[in-house]
């Protein structure tokens, strides 16, 4: 029996700053300064009544949950309406680019219609997939335990190019340009995107985690408890950072800053260029995903009934997002298109309801006060008649 999913205005738990075009006066439109995360106010609030059984993938229209029963949901951001519910099994967290949702099954890479849910493609696999795709462009990656590394067509699944690793992927692929980097045990091995070409090969002290690929440079951390920095061109280690602890999945960038979080529970912030240190703040929590960046607002998850927020320039504390429940898949950050606020997808979870789902708005404007009579107030007497 399939079950629905309900409206639930007492959880908390998707948070996803949105706002109407109209509420954004056109002054704070052509401001160079981007907006903080904070305030938010609550919008709608879902009830999945069931849990995801993997994290979910986000786009700028839709969020889609794997969740029990063999079942994917589809969600509109802005309405909270259900786009369509379809049985699905997936082995790898779903990754979303706006026209497909590609899930991997046991025995096939799966393009669903990202508008319907209807099968666009299936792309037969004859080994376990070890990692979540990673698509870009027209290209998805999709890398096996063995150390196959295939590039699919998201137009269609055809097979582009397949290249044998010597080892198996740690972290997925990253994809930036014309080039296809893959974290394997020791090693950062880069690919010609195009046809599978070697460029180069660089090793770093442990297991490297999920890469953030520029143009210019790449910013993973590692086992070893160093954030890397690498130049593109070469693979040749620019520098490097040593932390407490292991550092904890993506980090992030902007113009001039890399943040990211390591399990001795800091949040870390470096000269992109340089790797200078720019500020640090401990954290009340345990990292369970990389931080992301909104607006001007850094955010971090992880294991507490709230998303911790710092104002990017400075590492300020900003105030916190209670989420009632705890929070369970990391977090996704975008813009909302037709303002350009940033909007966030947080995910938490109650072992007796099952997991939710929330939209909040970023309050733009002071809350109305309420109109009430003056305290004293005077009645005036009636002015006498005149005569002309």
């Known amino acids: 029996m399939t079950r629905g999913t309900t409206i639930c205005c007492s959880a908390l738990a998707l948070l996803t700053v949105l706002a109407p075009a109209s509420a954004r006066p056109d002054s704070a439109a052509k ?7 904070a305030p938010v106010r609550m919008v709608w609030t879902l009830a999945l009544t069931s849990h995801i059984t993997l994290p979910p993938a986000v786009d700028d229209r839709r969020a889609y949950f794997p969740i029990e029963e063999s079942r994917l949901v589809a969600y509109e951001l802005e309405t909270s309406k259900q786009a369509w ?25 799966v393009a669903l219609g990202a508008e319907d849910g209807a099968v666009a493609w299936r792309s037969p696999v004859d080994e376990p997939v ?8 027209e290209s998805l990656v999709v890398m ?8 699919l067509r998201t137009a269609d699944g055809a097979l582009v190019w397949e290249h044998r690793l010597d080892a198996p992927p740690h972290a997925p692929a990253a994809i930036a340009d014309d080039r296809l980097y893959v974290p394997v045990e020791g090693r950062i091995i880069a690919l010609r995107l195009a046809d599978g070409e070697p460029l180069w090969e660089r090793r770093v002290g442990g297991a490297p985690n999920e ?46 800053r890399v943040y990211f979080v390591s399990f001795d529970n800091v ?12 500020w640090m703040r401990p954290l009340p929590l345990r ?19 709230a998303i911790r927020t710092f104002a990017m320039k400075d590492g300020a504390p900003a105030p916190d997002i209670p989420t009632g429940d705890e929070v369970v ?3 996704a950050v975008m813009l909302q298109p037709a303002t350009g606020l940033p909007m966030i997808v947080v995910v938490t979870r109650n072992v007796a309801r099952g997991d939710s789902v929330a939209v909040a708005v970023r309050s733009i404007e002071p809350a109305p006060t309420p109109v009430a009579p003056l305290p004293n107030a005077v009645t005036p007497a009636p002015m006498p008649a005149t005569r002309p």
């Open 130 to 137: 070890a990692v979540r795709p990673s698509a870009g462009g």
């Open 287 to 305: 990292p369970t995903s990389g931080p992301q960046l909104a607006g001007s607002t850094v955010v971090v998850a992880g294991q507490s009934a």
């Open 211 to 256: 890469i953030l690929a520029l143009p210019d440079r790449l910013y993973v951390g590692s086992t070893d408890n160093f954030l890397y920095c690498l130049m593109t061109r070469d693979g040749r280690i620019d520098w490097r950072w040593r932390t407490g602890a292991d550092v904890s999945g993506l980090p992030a960038a902007d113009a001039k």
């Open 329 to 331: 898949a990391p977090p």
């Open 85 to 109: 519910l379809v049985e699905a099994r997936p082995l790898q967290p779903p990754v979303a680019d706006g026209q497909h949702l590609y899930i991997v099954e046991a025995e096939a890479v």
């Open 31 to 37: 401001a160079t300064e981007p907006w903080a995360l």
């Open 144 to 151: 096996t335990k063995s150390g196959s590394v295939r590039v």
């Open 267 to 278: 949040l870390r912030v470096l000269d992109r260029v340089s790797g200078g240190q720019q």
